[in-house]
Structures are given as structure tokens and as C-alpha cells.
């Protein structure tokens, strides 16, 4: 009983922290890729501004490394690089760096997920990434296929427990 207090009581601090921090700045969400090149794939913020797809790709620090590569670029700061890089591009600092690897994806959104954003991304006309000129985005890729997928949310809290989620604070 007394573990199962300690894990609740941790479970509402991680809730409190992460909207505590939304007041000051946006909350970073990336999603990890290992069975590419352990990329950062797709990336959203949340904060009081609402909910924006970023594109790792289109996102650079000044000296034009992308979110997409902070692994590779920066295997001993990652989350600390993907903070400069939202700085530089975006503007927004973020203090809470949330990653879900594709387990925790495929465990909320169905097996099938990672398939059907490529699927959507590739093949179904998601493929621009430009807001401006009014064409579909990879953001518009996965929010499609994570309505279609439908969510299980019970499996948030078991893939925090099992660290496929993970916040990092920077």
C-alpha cells in the first residue's frame, strides 16, 4: 500500500510540474525513432498557445543542425540541443522535454502507427510541409493517423511506469 502511495503521489507531482510549466513555457513532446536512425520524428509543443506540430527537419540551431539529428549531433546533451533548437527556430524556450519511443506509441495508438504516418506521409497526400502555401504536413500525417488508431489511454501511465515515456528536465 505505501508503494502504491508513493507512485500516486509521484504521478501528481509529474501532473502538477507539467502544468506549472506550461504557464512559463511550452512543453516539448518528441517522438523517438530506433528503428531508423534514433531520430527525433515528429515533434509538438503544448502550452497556452495550444497544441503545434514541429517538424524536426525544418528545425535548426544557428549552426543549421536539426532537431531530427540531436542524437547523432549531440549524443551527450540531446534534450539540452533540442531546447536551443526550439529557442533559435521557434522562439520558445522549453523546460520539460517529454520523449515516447515507438513502444509507448504503438502501445497508445495500436501497432500500426508508425505504418500509417508513413503510410499518410508518403502515400496519401501529407506530404508538403508548408502551412503557408495551405498543403498537407507530417503534423497533419500523424494527428490523422492518431484519430483513425483511436487512443488507449490506460497505457500512458503503465509506459511512464516502464520508462517508454520519459520527461527530461533541461
Known sequence: MKKLNVALIALVLIVVAFLASTI???????????????????AATIGL???NWIYPGNS????????????A??????????????????HVTPHIIISINNDAAAAIFGEN?????????????YAGNDKVSGSMDRGDAVGTAM???GINIIEIPIQFLIGNISPHFV
Open 73 to 90: 549531433d549531440y549524443p551527450d546533451n540531446p534534450y539540452g540541443a533540442a531546447r536551443d533548437i526550439m529557442s533559435y527556430t521557434y
Open 24 to 42: 512559463v513555457s511550452p512543453v516539448l513532446i518528441v517522438a523517438e525513432d530506433a528503428s531508423e536512425d534514433n531520430g527525433i520524428d515528429m
Open 113 to 125: 502507427i508508425i505504418d500509417d504516418i508513413r503510410a499518410n506521409d508518403g502515400y496519401n497526400g
Open 60 to 71: 535548426v540551431n544557428a549552426q543549421g543542425q536539426t532537431l531530427h539529428n540531436v542524437y
Open 49 to 51: 498557445t495550444g497544441f
Open 147 to 149: 484519430a483513425e488508431n
